[in-house]
């Protein structure tokens, strides 16, 4: 997650470090950090990829009582 962090420091635009660092935490069961850094993802790149790391997040934050 450091490695995410540092390259989102370096390129805050960067919506692919955002999808990866939300993939990392749902690996460690941070539901709450992990949308919001889908939800960054998809605020700076709406047609990408982000919203297909949303929509399989998903099932696990609907699971969590998380909003989707």
Do not use: F, K, T
């Amino acid at each position: 997650i450091a490695c995410y962090d540092r390259a989102i420091a370096a390129n805050p635009r960067y919506a692919s470090a955002y999808i990866n660092r939300g993939n990392a935490l749902m690996e460690l069961q941070d539901l709450d950090a992990a949308l919001a850094s889908y939800e960054q993802a998809i605020a700076l790149d709406p047609q990408g990829p982000a919203g297909q790391a949303l929509e399989q997040a998903g099932p696990a934050l609907h699971g969590s009582g998380g909003a989707v």
